[in-house]
């Protein structure tokens, strides 16, 4: 996989087609939200513009909504960590843990919310991923996600 840039191709644009259909990321979902996670440096980040209709109070993303994108942003980071053990598409990982910690409201007013992830702990069939979600420079969440290697 190339770095982040213009042409790069997300971590989930690598996966085997039959795992392209998670609500997160499945580029094969069409009621999904289609995160796309890239590799930058020692870093994976990503950008997500939350939509009216994901609100959970007025002017305020819905706090499902942060959890599932720390989530799939994470396990693509877990993916990309792994991805040196394998040719051709990343292994699919899977949500051992999720923990989310919200630090300041989420604005919905056309501000992009970038998610930046990098793991912090490994071993051969798990990775633990620390993720960061900021709109308009402020720290909003951060989560920790336990990817595990599916093995189905």
Known sequence: MKQHDT?????QDHYDPDFQVCYGCGARNDK????KSYIDGDRVVAEYLPQAHEMGVPGV??????????????IATGAA??????SGHPP???TASLHVEYRAPTPIDGTPMTLTARVTDSSAR??????QVY???????????VAVRYRG
Do not use: W
């Open 61 to 74: 993303a819905y706090g499902g909504l942060i959890a599932s994108l720390i989530d799939c942003h994470g």
């Open 135 to 145: 709109a308009g420079g402020t720290l909003t969440a951060e989560g920790r996600v």
């Open 32 to 35: 999904g939200l289609h995160l």
């Open 81 to 86: 960590h792994f991805l040196a053990e394998y």
């Open 126 to 131: 798990k990775a633990v991923v620390e993720v």
């Open 7 to 11: 042409d790069a191709m997300a971590i």
């Open 92 to 94: 699919r990982c899977v």
